[in-house]
């Protein structure tokens, strides 16, 4: 089974500087680190090749410095690592990346099961994923928490939804985002961090795309316009309920009547 993970570095700090222009994060000069929902899923697709043998390939659209979390990658079991990086893709936002990822994947061949995190822990949409499968035109299950089966044909998942669990079973190729508390993910091995060290890492760029429509990548490929950006006020006023459960759901409709949150008469 060739199995594909999408995995994006993110600031490894909460301190990171918006360009006011373009409402995007300025990336470089920051410290990085691999986004924790794709380790997930890069443990995921080490799992399943254990069990089905084929290779795994990790496949990331950032700035050169994600050769360290390829390495990384390497570390745990990842055998190709590509980076997708161009100046032209600078300034993508969900449509443009995840049409630029697509454009990777069909650039790379054959991928019977592509797998994402559930969401990134900086731009945090969780579309991407979905994103990518309706650019490729295949089957997608988002938020992934458990794999029940695999056989060469499909695979079934249970996906733990807002307020229900469902089961799936999705025909391959397909494309799956995971949660992060799927599987622990293991930590890189010394023996594969000697034995990678000079396993190359190929960086491709637009013009390796298949397409290579300009229009749909960077600023140009990218609908969304950032109107405005601004830290959220805090509110430190807090109401501590005390009492049982009774006394405390008593106490909170009180309190929302008295904001006017809810209507008076009924509390309802
Ligand atoms: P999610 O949808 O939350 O991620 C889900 C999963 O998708 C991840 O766990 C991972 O598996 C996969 N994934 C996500 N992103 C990548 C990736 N890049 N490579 C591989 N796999 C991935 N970001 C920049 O870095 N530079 C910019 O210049 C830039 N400009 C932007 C301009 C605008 C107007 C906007 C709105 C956004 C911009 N962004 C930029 C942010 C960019 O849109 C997001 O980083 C990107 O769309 C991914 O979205 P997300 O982080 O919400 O991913």
Redesign the pocket.
Known sequence: MNIL????Q?PATSQVEIDRE????K?LGTQAKT?P??LS?LETALRLRERMGGRVTV????PPQAEQMMRDAYRMGADDAVI?SDRKF?????L???YT?SQGIRLLGKADLI??????T????????PA?AEHLGIPHAAWVSEILAVDETGIEVRQTLATVTQRSRLRLPCLI?VEKNICVPRLPSYRLKRETAERPIRVCGFDDLPEKNLSRCG?AG?P???ETMFAPPVNAKKVMLKGSAGEKAAALVSVLKEKKLIEGGTGK
């Open positions: 993970v999408c995995m994006k993110v373009t409402g995007s994060l990336r986004n929902y794709d899923a496949l990331t659209m950032g997708l600078a300034g993508s936002d969900v443009a990346t995840s990822l797998l994402c995190g559930r969401q990134t900086d731009g945090d949409t969780a579309q991407i994923g990518v985002t600023l990218s969304t316009h950032v």
